[in-house]
């Protein structure tokens, strides 16, 4: 079996989800998969003086009065009005969430939090938002009560001194919402092939694995990576030193011979303790680097029948060869490969790490007086 294979994460779409429960549990191991506790720290920190290098002027004139602030999540309404929550290709999952109660409780001492919602959560699941609306929404003091409160959906309350809510807001804000939107796009697309590859609805014939890549934002990767996980795909390599993967530019500038290269590449590392990962831009290079010991062929830029009529040739010549397809790939293409693709092992894609595309509106409110 392929170095990939790990248990699925699950979905929380009612037409391919595990239970809520085993959902959650799922969810909340994965946080153990983050860094230290301190080295998130370190990271807020950097963030922190980012944002605030010197004077806070704003701060001396709100004062430290103890205050309530809301998280809400901004639901979209449908070209109908109705909440925009009926399918896959609108799962918002919240994403973050061990991460700022380090920001809240650990880098602002004062500042405490409860979520309202779990890691992993659909917040367009129409059972949560009611769930919400009705436990919180009526005892939340809003600011206002204009017709859009209607649509922000209270996840969490943060209480503390109203100074520090106000420099934490814009920091807490970014985090929750570049998460939030990287998991999302996984869940869509992991939902996508739960629903396409059962035998009942699509037919489609691929049974891999769908992996993100090393295109991270710099600072960022191992949150980044931890929310492709969240949203139920893989994280694939971490770094360039976790595997050997070498490229088209390795290759070339090696004078073009894929065999020589996975060769010094297999007399570096010894002992076989490192995969070997080759570009390759045909069928022949593909041969050609499994011949040589690679241990994962990536078809670079083939669409779905040509990745699929090259998989089948060489898993009947190496069986144990890993087969990963990428280039090209985004939430739009990858239909064609989930229908195509029974002997493609990965399908690996960047634009999961940069979100796709996808905006999770989220504010933060101060909502009550405590003292």
């Known amino acids: 079996m392929s170095h990939y294979e790990t248990t699925q994460a699950s979905s929380s779409s009612s037409s391919s989800s595990l239970s809520s429960t085993n959902h959650h549990s799922l969810t909340q ?3 153990f998969m983050l860094p230290p506790k301190p080295l998130i720290i370190d990271k807020l920190k950097d963030w922190i003086r980012e944002d605030i290098p010197a004077f806070d002027v704003s701060a001396s004139i709100v004062g430290d009065s103890r205050q309530r602030s809301t998280i809400f999540y901004k639901m979209k309404k449908n070209s109908n009005g109705s909440m925009d929550g009926s399918s896959h290709n609108s799962s918002v999952i919240v994403c973050g969430i061990p991460i700022l109660t380090i920001l809240f409780e650990e880098c602002f001492s004062e500042l405490s939090v409860k979520w309202l919602v ?10 949560l938002v009611t769930h919400l609306m009705n436990e919180y929404g009526k005892t939340l003091k809003y600011p206002s009560q204009s017709q859009c409160e209607k649509t922000k959906i209270p996840i969490a309350v943060v209480d503390g001194p109203v100074y520090q809510l106000l ?48 295109k991270t934002t710099p600072g960022l990767r191992h949150f980044e990576k931890y929310a492709v996980l969240v949203g139920g795909c893989k994280p694939h390599r971490m770094d360039l030193s976790q595997m050997i993967m070498l490229k088209d530019n390795h290759i070339d500038a090696c004078g073009g011979s894929i065999a020589n290269c996975v060769k010094r590449a297999k007399m570096l590392c010894g002992m076989n303790t490192q995969k070997i990962e080759v570009e ?80 999770v509106d989220f504010s933060m409110k101060i909502t009550e007086k405590l003292d």
């Open 167 to 214: 420099q934490v807001e814009r920091l807490c804000l970014n985090i929750l919402s570049h998460l939030s939107g990287v998991a999302s796009i996984c869940r869509r697309v992991h939902d996508l092939q739960m629903e396409e590859t059962c035998e009942k609805k699509g037919g489609g014939k691929f049974r891999g694995e769908i992996a993100a890549t090393r």
């Open 29 to 31: 191991s994965l946080q």
């Open 280 to 359: 390759c831009r045909s069928l022949e290079d593909a041969r050609q680097a499994a011949l040589a010991g690679a241990d994962i062929v990536m078809l670079d830029n083939f669409n779905a029948i040509q990745a699929e009529e090259a998989a089948r040739v060489l898993m009947k010549e190496f069986p144990n060869l890993v087969i990963e397809v990428s280039g090209g790939l985004n939430p739009e293409t990858v239909l064609d490969y989930l229908k195509h693709c029974e002997h493609v092992h990965v399908l690996s894609m960047g634009i999961l790490t940069e979100g796709g595309g996808v905006k």
């Open 118 to 127: 779990q890691e992993g959560d659909n917040l367009n699941d129409e059972h």
